[in-house]
Nanobody, 124 residues
Framework: QVRLVESGGGLVQAGDSLRLSCAAS????????MGWFRQHPGKEREFVAA????????QYADTVKGRFTISRDNVKNITYLQMNSLKPEDTNFYYC?????????????????WGRGTQVIVSS
């Protein structure tokens, strides 16, 4: 059974940093591309960042480029999202996902497995 478990969310002030983690089990982690998305209840899922299976190629949404960094540890089977200079508009539920394409795709439909999410609240 594939499991993706996010952690690291919380309440912070604008300008602070957080690091989200996504622990994967039940899949051959090193062949999957990994992505982070965010979504408010009732709204569309928004791409945040993705990393290829090798960990070398990454993609970022324009709204987070230069502030967020995605990385992965193919030994520990963990994907990270380092979030710096957080803004109130970053407040959201953050989800990690795994895509069998192995690529850092921005398209939610190309992801096969999803975590349950972790909440990030950034106060002004």
């Amino acid at each position: 059974q594939v499991r993706l478990v996010e952690s690291g969310g919380g309440l912070v002030q604008a300008g602070d940093s957080l690091r989200l983690s996504c622990a994967a089990s039940g899949l051959t982690f090193s062949v999957y591309g990994m992505g982070w998305f965010r979504q408010h209840p009732g709204k569309e899922r928004e791409f945040v960042a993705a990393v290829a299976r090798s960990g070398v190629i990454t993609q970022y949404a324009d709204t987070v480029k230069g502030r967020f960094t995605i990385s992965r540890d193919n030994v520990k089977n963990i994907t990270y999202l380092q979030m710096n200079s957080l803004k109130p508009e970053d407040t959201n539920f953050y989800y990690c996902a795994a895509t069998g394409t192995g690529r850092p795709t921005r398209l939610p439909d190309q992801y096969d497995f999803w975590g349950r999410g972790t909440q990030v609240i950034v106060s002004s």
